[in-house]
T-cell receptor
Framework: DAGVTQSPTHLIKTRGQQVTLRCSPI?????VSWYQQVLGQGPQFIFQ???????GRGNFPDRFSARQFPNYSSELNVNALLLGDSALYLC?????????????FGPGTRLTVT | AQTVTQSQPEMSVQEAETVTLSCTYD???????LFWYKQPPSRQMILVIR??????QNATENRFSVNFQKAAKSFSLKISDSQLGDAAMYFC??????????FGTGTRLTVIP
C-alpha cells in the first residue's frame, strides 16, 4: 500500500503570492492533519480534517485555510505569503475513532518564500 | 497550555551502546498519549513508540523503550544497541483525544561508528 503522498516536493514563491499544497492519505484513512515545521523546530499543528469537516485548528492566521475532498485527499492554501511562511509542510493521515491513533506522515513539501 | 520540552538539542552515542533522550511535558489532562517520532535526513517522520498515560507499564518496541514517569511528567526514550540507522532527529510528542500532536523541539542523535 502507498503511504501518505504530498505534492509538490519543493516550491519557491514570492512574498504576497498564494500557494496550494496537496496531500493524499493512506487508503482507508479518513483523517488528515497539516503541520508546519520551521527549520530547527518541531512541527506545529495547523489543521485537522475528518469526513470533509474541520475538526481542529492550531494558532495560525486566517491566511491559512484547508479543505478535504470526498476521496479524503486534502489541500492546504496559504494566501499573502510572508517570508516567515518558509517551512516544511507535513501532512499526516490516521484512522479516526475518537482516540489518538498513530498519525502517518508524508515526506512533506518544502516551501521557500523569497 | 500543553508544552513539550526536549532539553538536549544534540546527543551522540557509540555504535552498539545505549543512549537515553529526555522529554518533559506539561498538561492538566489526566488522559493523554505520548509518542516518540524519528525524522531521518530524508524528512519522513516515523513513529518509534507510543505510551498511553493510563498504562503504568512502560512501552517497549524491540531496541526502543521508554521510561514514563507520570507524576514527574517525564517521558524518556532509551535506545539500546545503537545502530548507524538510528541517526536522526527525534521528536517527543503529546496529544489528548483531540488527535493533534504537540511536538518538542527535537534532539539530533549522531551514531559514531
Amino acid at each position: 500500500d502507498a503511504g501518505v503522498t504530498q505534492s509538490p516536493t519543493h516550491l519557491i514563491k514570492t512574498r504576497g503570492q498564494q500557494v496550494t499544497l496537496r496531500c493524499s492519505p493512506i487508503s482507508g484513512h479518513k483523517s488528515v492533519s497539516w503541520y508546519q515545521q520551521v527549520l530547527g523546530q518541531g512541527p506545529q499543528f495547523i489543521f485537522q480534517y475528518y469526513e470533509k469537516e474541520e475538526r481542529g485548528r492550531g494558532n495560525f492566521p486566517d491566511r491559512f485555510s484547508a479543505r478535504q475532498f470526498p476521496n479524503y485527499s486534502s489541500e492546504l492554501n496559504v494566501n499573502a505569503l510572508l517570508l516567515g511562511d518558509s517551512a516544511l509542510y507535513l501532512c499526516a493521515s490516521s484512522l479516526w475513532t475518537g482516540r489518538p491513533y498513530e498519525q502517518y506522515f508524508g515526506p512533506g513539501t518544502r516551501l521557500t518564500v523569497t | 497550555a500543553q508544552t513539550v520540552t526536549q532539553s538536549q538539542p544534540e546527543m551522540s552515542v557509540q555504535e552498539a551502546e545505549t543512549v537515553t533522550l529526555s522529554c518533559t511535558y506539561d498538561t492538566s489532562e489526566s488522559d493523554y498519549y505520548l509518542f516518540w517520532y524519528k525524522q531521518p535526513p530524508s524528512r519522513q517522520m516515523i513513529l518509534v513508540i507510543r505510551q498511553e498515560a493510563y498504562k503504568q507499564q512502560n512501552a517497549t518496541e524491540n531496541r526502543f523503550s521508554v521510561n514514563f514517569q507520570k507524576a514527574a511528567k517525564s517521558f524518556s526514550l532509551k535506545i539500546s544497541d545503537s545502530q548507524l540507522g538510528d541517526a536522526a532527529m527525534y521528536f517527543c510528542a503529546y496529544t489528548t483525544g483531540a488527535n493533534n500532536l504537540f511536538f518538542g523541539t527535537g534532539t539530533r542523535l549522531t551514531v559514531i561508528p
